[in-house]
């Protein structure tokens, strides 16, 4: 690791006001302390930002508000959170370990960088890690890389659990930038895909500091779940995850939101399955129809091609689980 | 004058240049030392911090860069809690920060200050084992003992956050804590123990 100042941010303002290139924020450090072991990441200076920024979790005017230091057991174990968004909690739950959820933080999971083994292969081109200089996985070893919205340059994906649930439930970024603005990104414009900068995993502007995620209510809480499969049953990122959360009307569908993580660059929305689904009947052959409008345009790579029907069984699992709380 | 012939032009010159090299020549070479001593061993940030680890009060020098488990190991003289992956993926290194357990290999020194750390050497009180390590002892619940430090810590966090319900959950909740002998059955076998008491 190479050596690096260390500050504190005391307010919002002052850690916008720090920030640099070369300068990064440190909540709770279980991604970045990893790279800069690696020398994947080699900040000159980390922000410790606990002190600018809030932990809180409050419900106010039918919005679920949670502060971008909370950490993800925090967020995963909230009455309100269990209660009204259960989806938001069983996704977390499904990832990482309680040890790694007691010390990550919410905005610190957004940025987290892909487990693309490339990326922290240091001997190996990337282009993630060093802009232009190619990709090793798009010929190589890419059993666990994209099966959608990827090009030559970059097949990572977004390793988040708690992404894929913010995803479906229309999150939105509350961020501060450099200028004192504040902005917001609804979360399906927070994550991009590779294009021409596949270095970059996202939108928030250069030096922005997250302050918080928002989460309108809606009517999921009843039937939602999320589904992960991965090389061993627990503590492993997935290879295929599929948050699914229904609304119904007796029989029929009224509105229906699904997304996945192992699919894409970032958490995936089906926004055409999704409009599909609606008012149609609950049944087990519409799942099935809708699982393969999913992966009809899906082209895996030459290693990932068990990708499509897990995505297939995952899709159809998470819809009947919906059902059958 | 036999001294004459000694201020030739030519002397003069060889003089001159050998001491402008003289005078050029170390400082250029120690600068290129310094250079190459600062890229292979790089200039330590060490500050000053005051930790509370095992209910006592610690204040020392560290690097910037120093986890908490290496100033454990390399400062402090506790071993207990040990150094497998050293990058968040094997749980040897699990200790309690306020009570909640956490990987002490990726979280810094600096930012644990002011928060209450327990490693494993401050789980039992006395002589008096804590009632996981009997447990450990009393169902096999390890081997080589090298990933035990750990599984204790984390099980004793997941007994008080109540995660004891089934086997599955325990599993489950202690899944970031691998054992490479594979002594899984006696350490959910311990921690049923410790939740029935």
Redesign the interface.
């Known amino acids: 690791m190479r050596p690096f100042n260390f500050e504190k941010a005391n307010s919002v303002a002052e850690a916008s006001a720090m920030k640099s290139v070369n300068k990064q924020f440190i909540a709770g450090g279980t991604n970045l302390v990893d790279l800069m072991k690696k020398n994947i990441a080699q900040p000159e200076t980390l922000i410790d930002v606990h002190l600018a920024l809030t932990n809180s979790i409050d419900y106010q005017n039918n919005v679920l508000i949670i502060g971008a230091v909370a950490s993800n057991t925090k967020v995963a174990v909230d009455k309100e959170v269990i209660e009204k968004f259960p989806l938001i909690s069983k996704a977390i739950l499904a990832g990482a370990s309680p040890q790694i959820r007691n010390m990550a933080s919410s905005a610190g999971n957004l940025l987290q960088r892909t487990r693309c083994p490339y990326f922290y292969d240091i001997t190996t081109p990337c282009n993630k890690r060093i802009p232009n200089s190619g990709c090793s996985a798009v010929d190589g070893n890419n059993r666990m890389s994209a099966i959608a919205g990827y090009n030559e340059q970059c097949v990572a994906v977004h390793p988040s659990d708690f992404c894929v649930a913010l995803a479906a439930l229309d999150a939105t970024v509350t961020a501060v930038t450099k200028e004192q603005k504040e902005i917001t990104i609804p979360f399906k414009d927070f994550h991009k895909l590779p294009e021409n900068t596949p270095w970059l995993d996202n939108n928030l502007p250069q030096d922005a500091v997250i302050t918080k995620i928002e989460i309108p209510n809606n009517s999921f809480s009843k039937h939602s779940t999320y589904v992960k499969l991965r090389d061993r049953s627990s503590y492993a990122f997935a290879l295929i995850s599929v948050a699914a959360a229904l609304d119904l009307n007796g029989k029929r569908i009224k509105e229906a939101r699904l997304a996945s993580g192992g699919v894409a660059h970032k958490p995936w929305r089906w926004f055409e399955v999704e409009k599909f689904l609606e008012g149609k009947r609950v049944a087990e052959d519409v799942f099935e129809e809708a699982a393969k409008l999913a992966t009809k345009d899906l082209k895996p790579l030459s290693e990932n091609g068990y990708k499509i029907p897990m995505l297939q069984g995952a899709i159809v699992t998470a819809l009947k689980n919906c059902i059958n709380q | 004058m036999e001294l004459k012939g000694q201020y030739s032009r030519r002397g003069f010159l060889k003089v001159s240049g050998l001491l402008a090299a003289f005078v050029t020549i170390p400082s250029s070479v120690k600068a290129f030392y310094q250079d190459v001593k600062q890229y292979f061993i790089?200039?330590?940030?060490v500050?000053r911090l005051t930790l509370s680890i095992n209910k006592k009060s610690h204040t020392l020098y560290a690097?910037?860069?120093t986890?908490l488990l290496d100033l454990f190991r390399e400062q402090l003289n506790l071993t207990g809690s040990k150094k497998g992956c050293?990058?968040?993926q094997c749980?040897a290194c699990?200790i309690h920060?306020d009570g909640?357990?956490?990987?002490s290999c990726?979280?810094?020194a600096?930012?644990a200050q002011g928060k209450e750390i327990t490693t494993i050497e401050g789980l039992s009180n006395g002589s008096e084992l804590h009632p996981m390590q009997k447990a450990f002892i009393e169902c096999d619940g390890f081997q080589c003992g090298y990933c035990t430090p750990g599984q204790i810590m984390?099980a004793v966090?997941?007994v008080n956050?109540g995660?004891t319900g089934s086997v599955d959950e325990i599993?489950?909740?202690m899944?970031?804590?691998l054992c490479r002998c594979g002594a899984y059955n006696g350490i959910v076998q311990s921690i049923q123990k410790v939740a029935a008491q």
Do not use: F, Q, V, W
């Not at chain 2, 909640?100 to 990987?103: K, N, V």
């Open positions: 790089p200039k330590k940030n500050s690097d910037t860069r986890t050293d990058h968040g749980g699990t920060i909640e357990r956490a990987l990726l979280t810094l600096a930012m984390s966090a997941c956050e995660h599993k489950e909740y899944s970031g804590n």
